[in-house]
């Protein structure tokens, strides 16, 4: 069964940067597409990113855009996401999933992932 482990949440200013990792094991990555999604206390859980099993196409939610950027190494059987500029409204359990997808396009809807990360706490604040 595929596990994946998120890593490299924490505290940061506004306007700071973390990175990240989503570190899958169990199978290779090369066949799945990975999302991020995010849960603040209180709200929903929301779509932020995601990137294709090619790693060719990418989709973002429209407040992080500019902001995010996700990519991957297959090789390493990893996902990042890189985030900058951050602000607080970004503070939430950040979690990575995954799916398997042969399409050159991914999805943000949680419903079409069946594996998830434990989750990895970033906090924005002063």
């Known amino acids: 069964q595929l596990q994946l482990v998120e890593s490299g949440g924490g505290l940061v200013q506004p306007g700071g940067s973390l990175r990240l990792s989503c570190a899958a094991s169990?199978?290779?990555?090369?066949?799945?597409?990975i999302g991020w999604f995010r849960q603040a206390p209180g709200k929903e859980r929301e779509g932020v990113s995601c990137?294709?099993?090619?790693?060719?196409?990418?989709n973002y939610v429209d407040s992080v855009k500019g902001r995010f950027t996700i990519s991957r190494d297959n090789a390493k059987n990893t996902v990042y996401l890189q985030m900058n500029s951050l602000k607080s409204e970004d503070t939430a359990v950040y979690y990575c999933?995954?799916?398997?997808?042969?399409?050159?396009?991914?999805?943000?809807?949680?419903?079409?992932?069946?594996?998830w990360g434990q989750g990895t706490q970033v906090t924005v604040s002063s």
């Open positions: 999933a995954a799916y398997v997808s042969f399409q050159a396009m991914c999805v943000m809807s949680g419903d079409e992932y069946d594996s």
């Open positions: 990137i294709s099993s090619s790693g060719a196409s990418t």
């Open positions: 169990g199978f290779t990555l090369d066949y799945y597409a």
